[in-house]
Nanobody, 130 residues
């Protein structure tokens, strides 16, 4: 069992930067692959999956990004601090969403699917103004 707590969200102007953090409980953080997903505000249909943003393997040696954030966002982790980060640069208004971190101990090829994760944080709001 692992508990995840996101922080670092807020309001930022387009072109600005934010760094999200996700702190995990427990002593086995280094065995979990971690991902960031987001859900935009508005009338999302029931059951619509959260949008994949980025993922990082348990060791940190492998990362994966959605095309929409490649070159702008960077995922990283510090296993000694039980924390995964999402550095977001050159933010756009379309990045506005609630951002969630997630954890899984199961191996997958790219960790891009919501259903591959076992544990989720409560989310942190990111709002990008024009």
């Amino acid at each position: 069992q692992v508990q995840l707590v996101e922080s670092g969200g807020g309001l930022v102007q387009a072109g600005g930067s934010l760094r999200l953090s996700c702190a995990a409980s427990g002593r086995t953080f280094g065995t979990y692959a971690m991902g960031w997903f987001r859900q935009a505000p508005g009338n999302q249909p029931p059951g619509k999956e959260r949008e994949f943003v980025a993922a990082i393997s348990a060791s940190g040696r492998s990362t994966n990004y959605a095309d929409s954030v490649k070159g702008r966002f960077t995922i990283s982790r510090d296993n000694a601090k039980n924390t995964v980060y999402l550095q977001m640069n050159s933010l756009k208004t379309e990045d506005t969403a609630v951002y969630y971190c997630a954890a899984t101990r199961t191996y997958y090829s790219d960790y891009k699917r919501q259903g591959e994760y076992d544990y989720w944080g409560q989310g942190t709001q990111v709002t990008v103004s024009s």
